[in-house]
């Protein structure tokens, strides 16, 4: 069982920058791909971001290329999310996910969750 707990979030104004982090329990955590996802209200919940086991491979959604970094300290047992250039398009509760082995940009392939972290961004 893998439990995932997000802090970081908060109001920025664009252009601004924020860091996202997700502390994971678990033993086997550094076997899972993790994931960064974001919920906007009425909107379906969007792929941002994932990172291997490893940290070798990465990848993001287009509209964050650029601007966002996803990584990972397997010994702190943490994943982050730097966030640059922020725009209100990009205000959403954000999400960090766990997935056994493989790589997914589908949400409901994911096994884990955390609560979310609420990031706005204003204009």
């Known amino acids: 069982q893998v439990q995932l707990v997000e802090s970081g979030g908060g109001l920025v104004q664009a252009g601004g920058s924020l860091r996202l982090s997700c502390a994971a329990s678990?033993?086997?955590?550094?076997?899972?791909?993790m994931g960064w996802f974001r919920q906007a209200p009425g909107k379906e919940r969007e792929f941002v971001a994932v990172?291997?086991?490893?940290?070798?491979?990465?990848d993001y959604v287009d509209s964050v290329k650029g601007r966002f970094t996803i990584s990972r300290d397997n010994a702190k047992n943490t994943v982050y999310l730097q966030m640059n250039s922020l725009k209100p398009e990009d205000t959403a509760v954000y999400y960090c996910?766990?997935?056994?082995?493989?790589?997914?940009?589908?949400?409901?392939?994911?096994?884990?969750w955390g609560q979310g972290t609420q990031v706005t961004v204003s204009s």
């Open positions: 996910a766990a997935k056994r082995r493989f790589y997914s940009a589908i949400a409901s392939s994911y096994d884990y």
């Open positions: 990172i291997s086991w490893s940290g070798g491979s990465t």
């Open positions: 678990g033993r086997t955590f550094s076997s899972y791909f």
